[in-house]
């Protein structure tokens, strides 16, 4: 039996609110049966990434506009956002991702292994990875804006 089919959207919820709350002090919803979770069309994104290698294998993704990225960035490096510049957001939604696929990764089977966050961003970017299906996504917005997180099983090499 694939562990994978047990975890819940609800434990994605659970650490995706408490690393929120606790890193950035700022409330999310799940926005599930909401459509879409990209950001406007034409508007600054970011995709960060982890992948989980070991006993069990994937990735953990996570999406989310520049407006967010840029508010969640002010507050890590306690910046005023205009100060926040791509380096710096680009590290925050890399923490992010890292602190979501951590706490993720303790659901799975042992012993697995957290690679160093990848983070994408561009008007419209786009992430591929091979080999890897979506078992779990779930939508959020925090202050009004969009952003998501998946969990991707390889199901190849």
């Not at 994104?45 to 982890?50: K, M, P, R």
């Not at 992430?127 to 390889?154: C, P, Y």
């Amino acid at each position: 039996m694939d562990p994978l089919k047990e975890l819940l959207n609800e434990e994605i919820v659970g650490i995706t609110r408490v690393i929120w709350r606790s890193v950035l002090n700022l409330g999310l919803q799940n926005e599930e049966g909401a459509p879409g979770h990209q950001p406007a069309s034409g508007g600054l994104a970011f995709i960060g990434s982890v992948q989980i290698c070991g006993a069990w294998e994937g990735s953990v993704v996570l999406h989310a506009g520049g407006v967010l990225v840029r508010r969640a960035a002010s507050i890590m490096f306690g910046m005023e956002e205009p100060a926040v510049g791509s380096d710096q957001m680009v590290d925050a939604l890399g923490e992010l991702t890292n602190m979501v696929g951590g706490n993720l990764k303790a659901l799975l089977p042992a012993p697995c292994k957290l690679s160093l966050p990848t983070v994408a961003q561009g008007i419209e970017p786009k992430l591929t990875i091979l080999g890897n299906q979506v078992v779990r996504h779930v939508d959020f917005s925090s202050e009004g804006h969009r952003f998501a997180v998946s969990l991707l099983k390889r199901t190849r090499a």
